[in-house]
């Protein structure tokens, strides 16, 4: 089998293939501060000399404590590292995600996540997911005012079905979508195929489901024990080799679970395994 792609275009950015989910950076239940924060910076720090250039956080993280300890961190930011954060899901308390995608609501939205990880322009800004209560098109009509302002470089999406991408499409360029999807949960599979197409990052969140997915999996078990490897890097090997769009972005608290996340890409699978 030929080798993968190690890199993937996102517009006119270009990075590895791995990238690093930033969620589990904070504390219990993606609220307020980890256990242990100089620790937290410490595998960021790690992460990034390990050749990872893609960070992927969001406002909602903490909230905001992932994007701060990313600029406490790594700021200033070393050349071609691409930071990707969102904004569209607000925080009342723990447990809680609530849609806000009001024009307003985003461009706050925006602004403070700017402050916070002390960027004059955020490479990739993501709209966290659709608001019942607010056409897609004046959110992603806010979003490319912002771009046009200069201090959004490039916009996607997550959460978000064919009709959604169609519809944010026909009101500014839209280079990535960020939706739920791993080797057990395949619900987006056209929308990975519509990526493919039409040469846009595929971003699947829970690439892992949470160390769940490979519990009862028998088959990937036998096909990891074959390339000498756990269940976690055969199940995002897989999905490396799913489409050369897909950019997986596990993420962990742990340094010894990003090292073993980093050894999925180089494991090659053949048709059959596939």
């Known amino acids: 089998m030929a080798d993968l792609p190690k890199t993937i275009t996102i517009g006119d950015m270009t990075v590895n293939r ?15 501060d980890p256990p242990d924060r100089e620790a937290a910076k410490a595998l960021l720090r790690k992460v990034a000399a390990s050749g990872v250039d893609f960070f992927d956080t969001a406002d909602s993280y903490g909230p905001g404590i992932s994007e701060i300890l990313i600029a406490e961190a790594l700021h200033p930011y ?21 849609a806000d995608c009001r024009p307003a609501s985003l461009r706050a939205a925006c602004e403070a996540s700017l402050k916070r990880l002390r960027l004059d322009r955020i490479d990739l800004y993501q709209l966290h997911t659709v608001d019942p209560q607010v056409s897609i ?7 490319l005012e912002l771009q046009k302002e200069g201090k959004i470089r490039h916009i996607g999406l997550s959460n978000v079905q064919p009709e959604q991408l169609r519809r944010a499409q026909a009101v500014a360029p839209i280079v990535s979508v960020q939706n739920r999807y791993n080797i057990d949960d395949r619900f987006h599979e056209k929308m990975v195929d519509t990526c493919t197409a039409q040469g ?5 969140w829970y690439p892992l489901a949470a160390g769940t997915l490979t519990e009862d999996s028998a088959r990937l078990a036998d096909i990891a024990k074959r390339h000498g490897a756990t269940l976690a890097q055969a199940a995002l090997a897989w999905l490396l080799h799913r489409s ?7 993420g962990t608290s742990s340094e010894a679970h990003f090292l073993e996340n980093l050894g999925a890409a180089s494991i090659r699978l053949d048709a059959d395994e596939l």
Do not use: H, N, Q
């Open 244 to 250: 050369p769009m897909m950019l997986p972005i596990p």
């Open 78 to 98: 070393p050349a071609g590292l691409i930071i990707a954060t969102k904004g569209g899901l607000v925080r009342p308390g723990p447990d809680r995600w609530d």
């Open 18 to 32: 791995l990238g690093f989910g930033a969620m589990r950076v904070t504390g219990r239940g993606v609220w307020g």
């Open 200 to 204: 846009l990052a595929f971003l699947p």
């Open 137 to 143: 098109e004046d959110s992603v009509g806010t979003l």
